[in-house]
């Protein structure tokens, strides 16, 4: 049987044979492993086959099960990848390393309120709705600029990226590329795009980061 550490394993080679496919330099591509609805038990053989940075999607899940992970396990990084309700600012911000889905005034002043209470100062990305999809969070690309600024200059949060979730019926590319125009018009170095999916695609439109779920730890129940 193929275990999640042989498709960790594998993923990593993927990503750095795009990494010189696509002529980024090496290593330039951090792989998040996506380990939501997946319980401690599943996510030890990954760490213990070296894999230090997760994503999850829910604050509740994440609570569960990283604390005791951290005990056991040194330098875990979190990152956040799902939506956020304000009322959840406060344990996102003590569970979590990284926040990859700014994606509202209300959102970004609730995070910093809360960095700013327990002296944390996270890195996020904002969120960009690229298919502007009903459904889907993120913000519109024709607003992304103002907002950009806005979460800079007056609310203080340190935008680090942009990140973006394609639709799934559409071909990625043209979403990626279109986050790396407007992450670059806005002097925003990193780029959180790809997923099980596509992550290959993703490396050469210049991502920085990608989130890769059942790839590694096969198939959502
Ligand atoms: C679940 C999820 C992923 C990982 O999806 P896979 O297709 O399993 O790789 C990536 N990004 C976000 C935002 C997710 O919610």
């Not at 951290?70 to 990284?98: C, M, W």
């Not at 790809?194 to 990608?210: E, L, P, Q």
Request: charge should be negative; glycine fraction near 10%.
């Amino acid at each position: 049987m193929v275990s999640a550490a042989d498709r960790l394993k594998s993923v990593q080679t993927d990503i750095r044979e795009a990494e010189i496919e696509y002529g980024r330099r090496e290593g330039a591509v951090t792989l998040i492993a996506v380990s939501k609805t997946f319980q401690a038990d599943d996510i030890r053989p990954v760490l213990d086959a070296g894999q230090r940075v997760f994503g999850e999607n829910r604050v509740q899940e994440a609570m569960g099960k990283w604390p005791g992970l951290r005990s056991e396990y040194e330098g875990i990084e979190l990152h956040l990848i799902g939506p956020l309700q304000s009322n959840k600012a406060k344990e996102a911000v003590a569970t979590f390393d990284v926040i990859h889905t700014v994606d509202r005034p209300k959102i970004a002043k609730a995070l910093k309120a809360e960095m700013t209470k327990q002296g944390r100062d996270l890195p996020c990305f904002i969120q960009i709705n690229t298919g502007e999809e009903p459904q889907k969070a993120g913000i519109a690309p024709m607003d992304v600029d103002a907002f950009v600024r806005e979460c800079r200059e007056v609310t203080g949060l340190n935008i680090i990226g942009l990140m973006c979730i394609p639709p799934v019926e559409e071909a990625p590319g043209e979403h990626f590329a279109l986050l790396e125009k407007i992450a670059k018009r806005n002097g925003l170095s990193q780029l959180s795009m790809g997923m099980s999916s596509d992550y290959h695609t993703a490396v050469g439109f210049g991502a920085t980061h990608v989130r890769v779920g059942s790839a590694i730890f096969g198939l959502r129940g």
